[in-house]
């Protein structure tokens, strides 16, 4: 099973930009579709961003699409999550997550590995 450290997270203004990072270990971090998502205060947790193992497929929720980015480096066992255009509307605390399965329809399935977190606050 793969271990997930989140970092990058902090405060930020309206309209500004943060990059959050997810460093994988103890597994083939290249078998792994990763995901972003995110919970705010008395809200269900939500996929943001899903990317594929190639690269070649990502999803996006439509609250994000134009303003987020995943990426990631399989060299560096790391994924990424850019975020511009920030609005307070995206505060919370932010997760990735790791899944064997290789769809990233609706933002994939089966997400067993999870990190412990990075909050993001954007204030207005």
């Known amino acids: 099973q793969v271990q997930l450290v989140e970092s990058g997270g902090g405060l930020v203004q309206a309209g500004g930009s943060l990059r959050l990072s997810c460093a994988a270990s103890?597994?083939?971090?290249?078998?792994?579709?990763m995901g972003w998502f995110r919970q705010a205060p008395g809200k269900e947790r939500e996929s943001v961003a899903v990317i594929s193992w190639s690269e070649l497929s990502t999803y996006y929720a439509d609250s994000v699409k134009g303003r987020f980015t995943i990426s990631r480096d399989n060299a560096k066992n790391t994924v990424y999550l850019q975020m511009n255009s920030l609005k307070p509307e995206d505060t919370a605390v932010y997760y990735c997550a790791a899944s064997k399965s290789r769809s990233v329809v609706g933002g994939g399935v089966n997400f067993r590995s999870w990190g412990q977190g990075t909050q993001v606050t954007v204030s207005s």
């Open positions: 103890g597994s083939t971090f290249s078998m792994y579709t």
